[in-house]
């Protein structure tokens, strides 16, 4: 069993629908949840972090951690075409001596 | 700021030739890292440094790869010989001073080997 699962999609929505990206997890040292936008042929961009359980909202995204379930989420409201792109969950134990262990990421298609 | 710089961007080579990237990372940030990532996969962790010493390197392919980060600024990862299975990007990511969650990602060396 991989550390961090994700379903790779595609997935495509119409513009104006609410997203819901999800990933699960198996590791309980992981204390550090985020998640990464790529657009092709460009490195991953920091979208948001979240330490442990709860929820944490920038604008548009909604990123919510379940420990209890090993459960990570992204919400994407109101979306538009230029949230077209891979999003990718990442996790860390933050103890200083470890990389992100990702997963496979997910193809988001936003059709105008 | 100025993000984390990567050169070169795109390279092509035959196998069991060798070939290097380079990485710049964020001003002031201590921690960087490389990172592989074949196509349709997350990345995946090579090696991490800390100023210029090496945190983690244990699924750094010791037998080709190499890395270091002189200085503790810029860093060099070096695949020699190169097989067709290396065919990935290579990201350069760096963090603040504990702040590994916190990790910046370079637009990556895209590297096909035929």
Redesign the interface.
């Known amino acids: 069993q991989k550390e961090v699962e994700q379903d790779p999609g595609p997935l495509s929505v119409p513009e104006g629908a609410i997203v819901s990206l999800n990933c699960t997890y198996s590791n309980s040292a992981f204390q550090y949840f985020m998640w990464y936008r790529q657009y092709s042929r460009k490195g991953p961009e920091l979208l948001m972090y979240t330490y442990s359980s709860g929820n944490k909202e920038d604008g548009r995204f909604t990123a919510q951690v379940d420990k209890s379930s090993k459960y990570i989420s992204l919400f994407i409201r109101d979306s538009q075409p230029s949230d077209s792109a891979t999003y990718l969950c990442a996790t860390i134990s933050g103890g200083g001596a470890d990389g992100l262990t990702f997963g496979k990421g997910t193809h988001l298609i936003i059709q105008p | 700021e100025a993000g984390?710089a990567q050169s070169p961007r795109y390279k092509i080579i035959e196998k069991r030739q060798s070939v290097a990237f380079w990485c710049n990372p964020i001003s002031g940030h201590a921690t960087l890292?490389w990172?592989q990532q074949i196509l349709?996969?997350?990345?995946?962790?090579l090696i991490?440094f800390?100023n210029n010493g090496v945190?983690?390197d244990s699924q750094l392919p010791k037998d080709r790869f190499s890395a270091e980060r002189l200085k503790g600024v810029d860093s060099t990862l070096k695949i020699q010989p190169a097989k067709l299975e290396d065919s990935a990007v290579y990201?350069c990511a760096s963090s603040p001073e504990?702040g590994?969650?916190?990790?910046?990602?370079?637009?990556?060396t895209?590297l096909t080997v035929t």
């Open positions: 984390v890292y990172y349709g996969q997350g990345p995946k962790l991490q800390q945190v983690d990201l504990g590994d969650y916190e990790q910046y990602f370079g637009p990556g895209r």
